[in-house]
C-alpha cells in the first residue's frame, strides 16, 4: 500500500465496488478497505451450510434497480434471468385450497388465475391500471436516477403531459399510497398484494403521511422502467464478483480484513487502520463512505440522529431444501408457485393488523412473508451432485418484523419469529416444510435466520434497515438538495457512496455511481482553479 491515494473507499460492497470501477478507469488511484475477510458485504454469495455444496445469497434477493447503463459501462458480463412465474398468492375459497398466480409471460394465465378468485375480469383490468401508473412513474424518473437531483417542483413538471402521468404523480408522489391501492383495488388480497411492496424492509403502513411506504413501493417497481425483478445467474455474488474484477482490471487496489481504527477529516482526510497484525495509516483526497452514517458518525465522534423511519423490518430465512414441499393448492404444480414471489399471510386488512401488533411492541399473530426460490431459475450455485438429488435453495423475508421487536431477547424471539414464518408457510403445504429440509451431519436441519439485529451486527445497517435510512424520492425535497448529487456530507471531500445516500438502497449501484461521478465532479473542478 501507498500513503496516499486520490481516493479511500470504506467498505467493499457492491456500491464500492462500483465507485471503485468508475474512479479507477478515470485514472484515479484507489484504496478499498474491507472489515470483513471477502469482497462484496451484502451481496455476497456464501456456503452457509458448510456440508452442502450450495451458495446462497445470505442477506440480499433478485436484480431490478441494477441500471443496464452500469453494466454497459463497466463491460459487466452479468446474466440476469426472467421469472416465468410473477407471484403466487394461496388462499382457501369455500374450503378448497386455491392460487392466484401472476405470469411474466403469459397475461391470459394472470386473467383467469384472478377471474378464479374474484368472480371476473374487473379487478385484473383495474390491477392493470394501477400498475400503469408506476410504469408510467418510472418512464419519467429512471433516467434520472444516474444525474444530479431535480427539485421537486421541476420533477413534478414532467408528469404534466396527460392524465395518466398526472395520476401518477398524485397517487404515488403526492398521497399515501394507500389511498390508491383503495381508490383502484377491491379485493383483499390483490391489495395486499401491491401493498407488499411498500413494506419490505421498513415499518410502514399503507395511510403513513411520510410516504416512506411510497418511497419503497418506488423501489421496487422502477428499475430499468419495467421492475421487474430478474435472477443473477451464478447468485448476487456473481454480480460482486464482476464488479470486483472490473475494479481491479483498472487498478483498483482491496485490502481485506480490516479494523478501522479512525477517520480525521480535518484538512486532509486520513484513515488508520490494522491488517495482519500491523498498524496502517492512508491519506485521501476524496473518501467514500460505503456504510450508514450511524457508523460514519461513530468514528467520526458525532452523534447519530436517526429519523423514526429509519429502523428496519425485515427478517430473512436462508433455507435448503432435499426436494419442493406439496401444495395443497393441487391446480398448481409446486414449481410454478415457488419460482415466482410466494406470498403467504399478506392480506391487505392483515397486514395493517400485524402493523399495529408490531408498533405495540409485539411478535404479530400472523406474520407476513415473501418466499422465493433462486434455484428453480438457476440451480448454477448448487453443486452438480446435489441438482441430480433434487436440492433446492428457499428464501424467505419476513414484514412486520422492526428491529424493536427482537432488541430486548434477541434470540429467543428469533427462535418464535422462525417457528411463526414455519408455520404461516405450511398452512398452504400439503407436507411440513420441515421435513423437506435437508439434514446436517450433526442432525441439525439447514435453516438460517437473521433479525433485523443480527443484520446491523453483521452489517452495520441501522437496525438492520435494509435501506441503511429511510428510502427516499428520486427527487430533492429540499432547495439545498437541487443540484448535487445525493452524496454529500458535511464533510469536504468525505461522500457516502452505499445506501445511505439519496437515491441508495437495495442492490441498485446508484449510489456508487453518483459518489464517483461527484468525486470526477470534484477532482475537474479543483484542477481548473489550479490552473
Not at 446474466?79 to 410473477?86: K, W
Not at 476524496?286 to 460514519?296: E, I, P
Not at 398448481?332 to 395493517?352: K, L, S, V
Not at 425535497?477 to 464533510?491: D, I, K, M, P, Y
Request: contains cysteine.
Amino acid at each position: 500500500m501507498k500513503s496516499k491515494y486520490d481516493v479511500v473507499i470504506l467498505g467493499a460492497g457492491h456500491n464500492g465496488l462500483v465507485a471503485a470501477a468508475y474512479l479507477a478507469r478515470a485514472g484515479l488511484s484507489v484504496l478499498l478497505l474491507e472489515k470483513n475477510d471477502y469482497i462484496g458485504g451484502a451481496t455476497t454469495s456464501q456456503q452457509v451450510f458448510p456440508d452442502y455444496d450450495a451458495r446462497l445469497s445470505r442477506y440480499s434477493y433478485l436484480v431490478s434497480l441494477f441500471p443496464e447503463k452500469i453494466i454497459r459501462d463497466l463491460g459487466l458480463k452479468l446474466e440476469l434471468r426472467r421469472r416465468t412465474t410473477g407471484s403466487f398468492t394461496p388462499y382457501v375459497r369455500d374450503g378448497r385450497h386455491d392460487g392466484l398466480l401472476l405470469s411474466n409471460i403469459d397475461e391470459e394465465v394472470s386473467r383467469q388465475s384472478m377471474r378464479r378468485l374474484t368472480g371476473d375480469a374487473t379487478e385484473f383490468e383495474q390491477m392493470k391500471r394501477f400498475y400503469q401508473l408506476a410504469r408510467v412513474f418510472a418512464e419519467h424518473s429512471w433516467d434520472s436516477m444516474l444525474e444530479p437531483l431535480v427539485g421537486k417542483e421541476d420533477f413534478r413538471r414532467r408528469f404534466e403531459g396527460d392524465q395518466v402521468a398526472r395520476e401518477a404523480w398524485r397517487s404515488l408522489a403526492e398521497e399515501p399510497l394507500g389511498r390508491a391501492i383503495e381508490r383502484y383495488l377491491q379485493n383483499d388480497l390483490v391489495r395486499g398484494l401491491v401493498l407488499t411492496d411498500a413494506k419490505i424492509g421498513i415499518f410502514t403502513h399503507p395511510h403513513d403521511p411520510s410516504l416512506i411506504q411510497n418511497c419503497c413501493f418506488l423501489y421496487h417497481l422502477i428499475g430499468n422502467k419495467t421492475g421487474e425483478w430478474k435472477v443473477p445467474v451464478g447468485g448476487m455474488g456473481a454480480v460482486a464478483a464482476e464488479l470486483e474484477k472490473a475494479a481491479r482490471m483498472h487498478g483498483a487496489e482491496m485490502v481485506t480484513d480490516v479494523c478501522l481504527t479512525g477517520i480525521q477529516s480535518n484538512g486532509v482526510r486520513t484513515v488508520a487502520f490494522e491488517h495482519d497484525g500491523k498498524r496502517h495509516q492512508v491519506d485521501a483526497r476524496f473518501l467514500l463512505v460505503n456504510f450508514g452514517r450511524n457508523v460514519l458518525a461513530n468514528y467520526l465522534g458525532e452523534p447519530h440522529r436517526p429519523a423514526a423511519a429509519d429502523e428496519g423490518s425485515v427478517f430473512k430465512i436462508n433455507m435448503l431444501l432435499r426436494r419442493l414441499p406439496k401444495l395443497k393448492a393441487t391446480r398448481y404444480a409446486a414449481a410454478d408457485a415457488f419460482r415466482g414471489t410466494f406470498h403467504t399471510d399478506e392480506g391487505y386488512e392483515q397486514m395493517n393488523a400485524s402493523y399495529e401488533q408490531a408498533l405495540g411492541g409485539k411478535l404479530p399473530e400472523k406474520p407476513p412473508s415473501e418466499v422465493y426460490c433462486h434455484t428453480l431459475t438457476d440451480d448454477s450455485i448448487l453443486s452438480p451432485e446435489l441438482r441430480a438429488q433434487g436440492f433446492h435453495t428457499m428464501t424467505l423475508f419476513g414484514i412486520d418484523t422492526p428491529w424493536s421487536v427482537f432488541a430486548a431477547d434477541n434470540a429467543g424471539t428469533r427462535g418464535q419469529a422462525q417457528a411463526k414464518f414455519l408455520a404461516s408457510m405450511n398452512q398452504w403445504l400439503d407436507e411440513p416444510l420441515e421435513d423437506c429440509l435437508a439434514i446436517a451431519r450433526d442432525g441439525s436441519l439447514c435453516i438460517e435466520s437473521k433479525s433485523p439485529v443480527d443484520i446491523e451486527e453483521a452489517l452495520g445497517l441501522y437496525h438492520g434497515n435494509i435501506f441503511q435510512d429511510a428510502p427516499t424520492f428520486p427527487f430533492a425535497r429540499r432547495s439545498e438538495q437541487v443540484g448535487t448529487w445525493g452524496v454529500e456530507t458535511e464533510f469536504e471531500h468525505v461522500f457516502l457512496c452505499g445506501s445511505s445516500a439519496h437515491r441508495g438502497g437495495a442492490v441498485s449501484g446508484i449510489p456508487g455511481h453518483n459518489a464517483a461521478m461527484k468525486v470526477l465532479e470534484s477532482s475537474s473542478r479543483e484542477t481548473n482553479v489550479h490552473r
